[in-house]
């Protein structure tokens, strides 16, 4: 079925430090995954993507590594600043009659502290 | 920069009224969303609409659920009887195409009383 989660629903690191965020999948068909950012009274906001053929993709301070084996996805975020704390979801996305629906994981709350 | 906006930020109503929330998405987008996300929880699918019609909806989108765009700009989504339940925060999401990046609006919060 369709099923996305998070490990960890809360994290804290030190301002300048990397975090990593976790999140598991168990649609083995899914081949895109996605991961946003929602601040405090936001709607989500795309961070970066990655397709089911590639196993890495970096952008601005931000990885995300896909394991598909054990379907895992994690996003790293490097040199962490205060801008950064936010709940962070993945999803996965499918596209039906041509149209796309993302399912949402849990979300992870990623304060930094000072 | 364009983006997605919605009204109202704050919607309360009574139980078993109408409410209808509204969306402007990006002007050249082609496909919409809505999903909503109640307090503490995961963001969820509702229904997703192109070429006006509806092409995918979820198992919460039942028939007290509708959506329209009624002009060229303009996407709502209404709920005819307003349970408790479906107090929550809707959000609004446009993308040029099926495969590309969805755009999300601030949400309009709806709190059913």
């Known amino acids: 079925g369709e099923s996305v989660g998070l490990h960890l629903p809360t994290l804290s690191v030190q301002e300048g430090d990397n975090s990593i965020i976790n999140c598991a999948y168990s649609?083995?068909?899914?081949?895109?995954f996605i991961w946003y950012k929602q601040e405090s009274g936001k709607g989500p906001q795309f961070i970066i993507d990655i397709r089911s053929n590639m196993d890495k993709r970096q952008g601005q301070r931000v990885t995300v590594l896909l394991n598909k084996t054990v379907k895992h996805l994690s996003l790293q975020i490097a040199a962490t600043q205060p801008g950064d704390s936010a709940v962070y979801f993945c999803a996965e996305r499918t596209l039906i009659q041509g149209a796309q629906k993302l399912v949402f994981g849990q979300g992870t709350r990623l304060t930094i502290n000072p | 920069e364009p983006e997605v906006t919605q009204t109202p930020s704050h919607q309360v109503t009574q139980m078993g009224q109408e409410v209808i929330l509204r969306c402007v998405p990006i002007?050249?987008?082609?496909?919409f969303y809505w999903y909503r996300q109640i307090l503490g929880q995961k963001v969820e699918f509702l229904v997703s609409?192109?070429?006006?019609?509806?092409?995918?909806k979820s198992e919460i989108f039942d028939d007290q659920f509708s959506v329209e765009r009624p002009d060229g700009s303009n996407f709502t989504l209404k709920i005819r009887s307003t349970k408790l339940e479906d107090s929550a925060m809707y959000f609004c999401a446009s993308s040029p195409h099926s495969y590309n990046e969805q755009f999300f609006g601030p949400g309009t919060r709806l709190t059913v009383l």
């Open positions: 609409f192109y070429n006006n019609e509806i092409s995918e």
């Open positions: 002007s050249n987008h082609l496909y």
């Open positions: 649609n083995s068909a899914s081949d895109y």
